[in-house]
């Protein structure tokens, strides 16, 4: 999807001939962008955005794939909350014990 003159989205692009230095750069810079992303996945995560032209959309598929969608983050938020307020020390438990459960929950999201 690329910009008209007026700024509205269009599926029509400006031939190459038509670039400014501007659109030059733009190019340049959603290349190189792409190239690290692409260069930076596996394979299978490759797969999902390897149709990707414009590094926005590759960037956006790759947040959902990792951080989920607005639900699943509210979920793991809860369920984080849940073991937080549920963290008690017992007796017989030693303080390294108890510590080591807290970083379970720390690391665990």
Known sequence: ??????GN????????????????????GNSKVLND???SVDKNI??????CIVAKDAWEILKTAHEGTT????????????????L???????IQDYHLNILDIANSF
């Open 37 to 39: 992303l692409f260069n």
């Open 88 to 94: 008690k020390m017992l007796e017989a438990e030693s």
């Open 71 to 86: 639900k699943v983050k509210s979920a793991k938020i809860q369920l984080l909350t849940t073991k937080v307020e549920n």
């Open 1 to 6: 999807m690329a910009l008209d003159a007026d």
């Open 46 to 51: 490759f797969r999902l955005i390897k149709q």
């Open 9 to 28: 989205r269009t599926d029509v692009l400006k031939p190459e001939e038509e670039w400014t230095a501007t659109d030059d750069e733009l190019a340049l």
